[in-house]
């Protein structure tokens, strides 16, 4: 169930019965041969599955996040951190004046970590009853063991974001050889370094295993909306 498909007055009638809701951060950067917005459609789609067996509403995506080392790959927009922990902090707020009191924040992108530490801090202070908890899903655990189960290494925009919802074009069939990163590197640098996008490794898996490897992660999110 998302808001986008709900009116004011639904809300209201939803927060008569419930009060949480999924809230979903994302990017808009590059990802080899993967859309654009991978780290949007990732965690949108976790959440849709989720809402759907435990009926939690999910707010609208925010799109962009921190990504300024890939500033060189044409289509990334970046937010500055500061910027990112505002819009963050405004968005939590506004859901706590409205009545939400458990939130979990669906993160699907590393550079938006800064906003986390912010809302620890929001949390213990000025949003009394407030519960939020925050999900990174390719760090879990599940994710861990999906990848050693199969001899797979995750990485950035290789097999590990690589499902049929990302996919906007025909993937290299040969693994891609991860390239020797320097350290801190400035945008340009970033692509030379990186050339196609992926930190290398297969740029797909098979079926069977990205579907596992959702289904692992979809269990987590479960698990964390119970908010025990």
Known sequence: MRLEDLNWMDVEEYLKQEDRL???LGASEQHGFLSLLT???????LADAASQVSGVLVAPPLNFGCSPYFLAYPGTFSLRVSTLIAAVEDLTRSAYTAGFRRVLVLNGH????????QLMEIAGSGL????????????????????????LKPSHANWLEAFPF????????????????PGIMDPHTAR???GDGSFGGPYQASEEVMHELFAA????????LKFE
Do not use: C, F
């Open 22 to 24: 999924i809230l979903i």
């Open 39 to 45: 780290d949007v459609r990732i965690p949108l789609a």
């Open 110 to 117: 590393g550079g938006n970590s800064p906003a986390r530490s």
């Open 128 to 151: 009394p009853g407030m519960q939020m908890r925050w999900y990174d899903w390719w760090l879990s655990h599940s994710v861990e063991e999906v990848a050693l189960k199969h001899g």
């Open 166 to 181: 990302t996919i906007v074009t025909e993937l290299p069939a040969a693994p891609k050889v991860p390239p020797n990163v």
């Open 192 to 194: 030379q370094v990186y």
């Open 217 to 224: 992660t979809l269990q987590d999110i479960l698990q964390l």
